[in-house]
């Protein structure tokens, strides 16, 4: 007996355990083929690209941390080189490696989350994920020892960082240098063989090169379509000239490709730090600013780093006055949304949490 | 901005910090700068707008993956009261979510754009905020 059926229109709202943050995407479905999806956001716009422009270059530092909350380090990073770069600072070699251990610190801590909230948005409710927090925690341990916070850290100061590190930060950094590998093994083992995951991650929302490059997607979504871009590798800063670390790379685009490369980037940065740690010299960790910054009139500078969701970067434009004049927000997280509707539509609802989950999305920064 | 080998015709000026550009020709130089092989600049990195007061300056940073250069092109837009710019959204695709957010923010209108909608602030939110002379409405 032949049933009538209509296209539905439906809100999957901003407050949704699956979505990453306040997201919202309207999705009209056929049953439960999805026809299209519009996705709406906006819900966590803060206006930091305005508050920025009335506060002075090293108080910006703060409000870059809350931008995408899970990876501040390279926030502050990012925000960092930008004015490094406008003012034409020279920064002293042991706060470059300092600020590399720390962004490579936070890569890890950043996937972490990532792989455990994708596994979490396949159906793995809370185990997997607590596997991967209960490492996380350690990483944010110690973050807590080189500057008092977890999460918002500001930690990194234009022209350097802001004090050096105590003494028991560095056993306990090759204590857990020593331990994570075997964890991120187990983590591997259990997943990667995992039946359920290919079948339900392979070939499904593929995302072809052509267009993740047209789309300006960036980070692991374009290497997991398969070029081989870092922006560490491409326009080396800090001191990701002298370590050597491979770049992974997906051929497919498929979801299990874009989880792949965030797993073996996890290594990598393992890789990164332990160079770090045997290469970092003595001295100071910041150079010798003075109290309030001021740029030339009419300079300006995009400085950009590779963090954990892709290319971030910002853009100054200085009036020779104590605050920037403007300062854009490049945020991978709003760019690597643009091919939502090519990964999202002809597949099912189910495919679609899962695909979103491996886009890596922050609401803090593609809000800001 | 490191490489340049040679420039379309359509160009103003160019200088240290970026090549200007006059506004209505913004589409046919980026198509060049795509396709023209030797540059190939096929990566939009952003879309930026800068308010400065008689004008509005968009800011297009692009990079190319072939042949590892970047670009700053610039373009001004003068007038405040419906500043306009053609779109690059048929070049890269990735303007798009960066274009909607100029317009809603600065209130640089983009032609050709399939879907210029507010997209940080609410349908029927008044003004442009990022704009120098935005005054809220709303007092506290």
Redesign the interface.
Known sequence: MPIRTEPITVNIGPQHPSTHGVFRLRVTFDGEMILDVEPV??YL?R?S??LAEERNYVQIVTLTDRLDYVASMTNNQAYCLAVEKLMGIEVPERGKYLRVIAAELQRIASHLVAIGFFLQDLGALGTPLMYCFRERERILDLFEMLCGARITVSFMRPGGVYFDTPEDFWPALRRFLGEIPSYIGELEQLLVENEIILVRTRDVGILPLE?A?????SGPMLRGSG?R?DWRK??PYDVYERVEFDVPVGSRGDNLDRFWVRMQEMRQSLRIIEQCVEQIPEGPVRAELPLVLRAPAGA?A?G?VESPKG?L?F?L?SDGSIAP??C?I?SPS??N??VTRDLLVGWKLADMIVTLGSIDINMGEV?R | MRLRERYPDAAEQWGD?GLWVKPESVLEVMKFLKEEPGLEL?????V?A??FIEYFEV?Y?LTS?KY?HSV?IKARVYGREDPAIPSVVSV???????ER?IWD?MGVRFLGHPNLK?????EGFLGH??RKDFQDTVQY
């Open positions: 956001f906006g716009h206006g690209e305005k267009r490059i047209a789309c300006s997607t070029l871009w491409a326009d300006e995009y950009r290319e970067g853009y434009v004049y403007r854009k490049r709003l760019l949304l643009t809000d | 910090s096929n990566y939009l990195n952003s930026s800068v308010d800011v940073h993956f590892n700053v890269w695709q990735g303007a798009d979510f960066q957010e923010l507010r997209i940080m602030l609410w905020p990022l």
